[in-house]
DNA sequence: AGCGTCCCTGACAGTTTATGTCAGTAAGCG
DNA sequence: CGCTTACTGACATAAACTGTCAGGGACGCT
C-alpha cells in the first residue's frame, strides 16, 4: 500500500467516527506499527489537516474538518454560484455571510479567465439586503429555535390585519420567492400552521423544549401537503393562521 | 521536494494551462527527468486523475477535472444545499438538471446522520417546476445566445399589452424572484434595455454574432445601475420596453 | 517512404525515504 | 497511584524513488 493510500484511507477513517479513536485501533485496521500511525499524524497535521489528539483518550478530527473535498464541473458549479447569490440576496444575514464565503471558495479556484468576468456567469441576483431584512426578520432566532426544538411565543398579524399571539414549536421554514413561510405545529390549534415571517411581529423563543415524533415533524407536513396535493391539485396554499 | 507535492504542483500545472504541456516542458519545471515525468503521470491517472496524452502532441487535463476540489464547512454547504434548491426551483430545466446533480453529490458526503433527515436542514423550497416553466419560457436559447454572442430576434409583449419586434444583443439574465429580467442592447434604441423573460412571445437565434466592448456589455450595464442607483436611491427598475 | 517530435515502458545501479523495534517522557482518567 | 494513551528519538533494515539507457510506437509533415 502507498503512504498516501494510507493517509487518505486514516483521514477518511477519523472522518467517519464521532468518537475518538486511538494509535492502536488505527495501526490494527491499518496493519502498520503504531510509530508509523504517529508519523502518519504528524504528516496530515503538517499538511493542515486539523487532527486533535489527548494522551490517554485518542485522536479525533477537527469538527469543521468532517466534509471531505467535493468536486464539481463547470455546469454545477454555475448552478451552485447562481444559488449561492440567491441565498446572498434573499436569505437572513447569517446565511448571507455563509453564502458569501461558499462563493469566494469557489471563486479563489476558477481558473483566472472565468474568475474576473461577470460576463463568464450573466445570471446574476439583484442584491435585495435592504428588502430582505423585511422578509426575513426574526429569521435568525426562528432558525436557531428549529434547530435547538424550543418552543417560541409569537405575535402574529394576517393579511385581514387580525393580531392573534400564540406558542408554536417551529419545524422549518419555506422559501416562495422573496417570502419565507414558517411551518410550525400550533397548540392552539393541536395542527400544523403555516406563518409568513415577515408577519410575525415578535419572538420570544422560550426555554421549553419540544420533541418530534413521526406524527409531528417537517418531513410528516410535508408528506401531508404532498397528499393533500395530489387529491387538490388546484390547492397550493397550506393553512395560514 | 516530496513526491506528493511534485504530483499537486503537477496537476495544478495541467489545470491552469488551456493548451498541452510536454513531458520535457513539466521536467524543466519541476527539476526532474523525464522519465520521472512519465511516472507521475502514470501514478495520476492510476489515482484516477483524467489526463490524456497523444504522442507527438503532449498532455492535457480531460475537461471535466479542470476545477479542483472544493472545501466546504457545514454552513456553507447548508446555504450552498439551500441555494441549490432555489435554483432547482427556480431555474430553467437545465439548471435545475445541474442544480440536483450537484446536490446528489453533496449529499453523497454528508454524514448519514445529516443525509436521511430533512430536519438536518429544516430550510426548503417548493417544486415550482410546472409554475417556474412559464416563467423561464425561453431561458435556454436565450443563454446559449449569450454564451455564444448571437444576436435574437424577439417578439415582445408589455405590461400595457403593447406588441412590438426587434433583434437584440442578449447580455445576462436577472432572477428578481421568480421574475427573470433580461439585460440586452437594444438597437431600436441605441441603448441597453431589460425585458422580463416571460413576456418574451417567441424568440429566434439569428446566426449573427455580436462584440461586447467597454461601453456595451454586461459589466457595463450594472456599472451604469450602480450609478443611477447611487443618484436615486429610490429607482430600483431599469428602463423596460 | 523517411524524419522529427512526442508518448511510453522495462531494466538497473545508486540514492532517498519509510518502517518497525526499542527506549524513554508526559498527560488523562478512575 | 496504576493503567492507558499520546509523543519522540535512534537505528538497522526494507522499500520506494530516481536518472540513465535502450527500445517500441503514434502522429504529422515533406
Redesign the pocket.
Known amino acids: ?3 498516501a493510500e ?1 493517509l487518505f484511507q486514516l483521514t477518511t477513517l477519523l472522518r467517519n467516527r464521532r468518537t ?8 490494527e485496521h491499518l ?6 500511525i ?6 496530515l497535521s503538517l499538511s493542515g489537516v486539523p ?1 486533535e ?7 479525533r478530527l477537527s469538527h469543521r474538518y468532517q466534509l471531505p473535498p467535493l468536486m464539481f464541473d463547470r455546469e454545477e458549479v454555475e448552478a451552485l454560484l447562481l444559488g449561492a447569490r440567491m441565498v446572498s440576496s434573499w436569505g437572513d444575514t447569517d446565511m448571507a455571510i455563509h453564502a458569501n464565503q461558499a462563493i469566494q471558495k469557489i471563486l479563489s479556484v476558477l481558473p483566472d479567465h472565468l474568475r474576473h468576468s461577470d460576463e463568464s456567469l450573466p445570471l446574476l441576483v439583484p442584491n435585495m439586503e435592504e428588502v430582505q431584512k423585511y422578509y426575513t426578520a426574526h429569521s435568525q432566532p426562528m432558525r436557531e429555535a428549529i434547530r435547538l426544538r424550543q418552543r417560541v411565543a409569537i405575535d402574529y398579524v394576517r393579511a385581514d390585519e387580525q393580531h392573534s399571539s400564540r406558542t408554536i414549536e417551529p419545524l422549518g421554514m419555506i422559501f416562495w420567492g422573496k417570502v419565507w413561510t414558517l411551518v410550525a405545529w400550533c397548540h392552539l390549534r393541536d395542527d400544523y400552521r403555516t406563518f409568513r415571517l415577515d408577519r410575525i411581529q415578535s419572538i420570544v423563543v422560550t426555554d421549553e423544549k419540544f420533541d418530534t415524533s413521526d406524527s409531528k415533524s417537517l418531513k410528516h407536513f410535508l408528506h401531508l401537503m404532498k397528499e393533500k396535493y395530489a387529491q387538490e391539485p388546484e390547492a397550493t396554499a397550506p393553512h395560514e393562521c
Open positions: 500500500m502507498h503512504r494510507r475518538v479513536l486511538t494509535a492502536k485501533q488505527m495501526s496493519r502498520v506499527s503504531e510509530r508509523t504517529y508519523r502518519d499524524i504528524q504528516s487532527i489528539g489527548e494522551a490517554g483518550v485518542g485522536y
